[in-house]
């Protein structure tokens, strides 16, 4: 899997709230039907987390914690819209080119 569809799957279930890695690619198996591997997960956590588009939850416990609960950022929501406003272009576009009417 490309690392911009693995960053685009977090910030989407993280959309819905804060997670821990193992919550986070749970709910990514049941949105897409496929777990990322830990290398695709934890990168895309790692450079979303560099990028500030998604943080810790609670700072306090981020020392402590072995399984830091992430959450997305106001810049990591509207990067989300922003590609999925783009994503639904493309999906008209293709869909038109088909002849599928686009609701």
């Known amino acids: 899997m490309h690392s911009n569809d693995a960053q685009m799957l977090v910030l989407t279930v993280l959309a819905d709230g804060p997670l821990h890695g193992y919550a986070i690619n749970t709910a990514i198996e049941e949105l897409t039907g496929r777990k990322l591997g830990p290398g695709s997960l934890y990168g895309a956590l790692s450079r979303l987390e560099a990028r500030e588009l998604i943080r810790t939850a609670d700072e306090a416990a981020e020392a402590q914690e072995r399984h830091r ?3 997305i950022t106001d810049a990591g929501r509207d990067q989300l819209r922003t590609q ?3 994503m639904a272009r493309i999906s008209a576009a293709g ?3 088909l002849g599928i009417n686009p609701a």
Do not use: F, V
Request: no cysteine; aromatic share 0%.
């Open 69 to 71: 609960t992430m959450q």
């Open 95 to 97: 869909l038109r080119a």
């Open 84 to 86: 999925l406003q783009q």
